[in-house]
């Protein structure tokens, strides 16, 4: 096996560290697929520090016991997930918004800092005294007034990933099989899909069930149109025997702008121009896209819930 020996400080990018790690063979065959998949660049384009602990490292016994036995010993990095039985995701966001006064549908078109004043799409306004703002970083940035030039250009330089989710209901209850798997083809436009049904049997019909793909683009190529991308995911899913085109009952298919932060080389230098920035002008930032991290859902929520803790004190 040609497995590149390198020392870790003198690791570049995320393409030497795969193949350190895995060997060329399997660092070609599997994760760079699934890197020009996931983050639709080449691996050679990301850095390394977003990694952690969200990759498993094995080493070479854990290999050679791999081959031959069950795996029982868990390598992921949680040991267990929570989901509600009921309501879907939304119920947690339900609770969360309990008593608050929540405005929807408002766009954020200026915000005035010296006169700290938000100004909406639809001619309303709003004054404040401090500012917390979840927005993708580059799209505040183009809202503030007077953001120097040096700031905006730094904004524009953040990557991103924009995506598709497709969903598909079957009148069958046995079409998901698992609560996720990856896809590493890449003639199929979904890296991942997993099931909603699985998580929660209330999330279906009785004698039902339902998968989800995900699709990912960098958001500086060019993104199919969503024809292109809810045919590809059907006859590909079917084409690989996940169920008959006959067993759908509904399908729907969403586009999501900011789908994930892009690691490439210049984000800790873009970002930091950004953040500091807003920090300059009285605005925290919260969220993965406020934050400009790769954040989980809890990690999100604990971004909001520290900076609201300290505005209370």
Not at 34 to 58: C, D, N, S
Not at 91 to 112: A, M, P, T
Not at 171 to 197: G, N, Q
Not at 256 to 265: G, I, L, Q, R
Request: hydrophobic fraction near 35%; charge should be neutral; aromatic fraction near 14%.
């Amino acid at each position: 096996m040609s497995r590149p020996q390198k020392n870790i400080d003198d690791i570049k990018n995320y393409d030497e560290l795969l193949r350190s790690q895995f060997g060329n063979y399997f660092a070609e065959n599997f994760p760079f697929k699934y890197t020009r998949k996931y983050w639709g660049l080449e691996a050679k384009e990301l850095e390394t520090q977003w990694v952690k602990i969200r990759m498993h490292f094995p080493d070479l016994e854990q290999v050679l016991k791999g081959s031959y036995e069950v795996q029982k010993d868990n390598f992921y990095y949680t040991n267990f997930m929570r989901y509600p039985k009921k309501g879907g995701f939304r119920s947690v966001l339900d609770k969360c918004r309990d008593g608050l006064d929540i405005r929807f549908n408002k766009e954020v078109v200026r915000i005035d800092t010296k006169a700290k004043i938000v100004y909406f799409g639809d001619n309303s306004t709003q004054s404040y005294d401090k500012l917390i703002s979840s927005l993708p970083l580059p799209e505040i940035a183009k809202m503030i007034d007077d953001v120097p030039d040096g700031v905006l250009r730094a904004a524009d330089r953040l990557h991103h990933t924009s995506g598709y989710m497709v969903s598909l209901g079957f009148k069958r209850p046995d079409i998901a099989k698992y609560l996720w798997f990856y896809i590493y083809d890449e003639d199929i436009l979904s890296s991942r899909v997993y099931s909603s049904s699985l998580k929660s049997s209330d999330n279906v019909p009785n004698g039902c069930s339902s998968l989800q793909a995900e699709i990912f683009f960098d958001s500086k190529s060019r993104i199919p149109s969503k024809n292109e991308v809810l045919n590809n995911t059907i006859e590909k899913l079917s084409a690989m025997g996940l169920f008959s085109k006959d067993d759908i009952v509904v399908s729907d298919i969403r586009f999501e702008k900011y789908a994930n932060v892009t690691f490439d080389h210049d984000i800790y230098k873009n970002r930091g121009i950004v953040l500091e920035f807003l920090r300059q002008c009285g605005i925290e930032s919260i969220g993965r896209f406020g934050k400009w991290e790769y954040l989980w859902t809890y990690q999100a929520f604990e971004s909001g819930m520290k900076v609201a803790d300290h505005k209370l004190l």
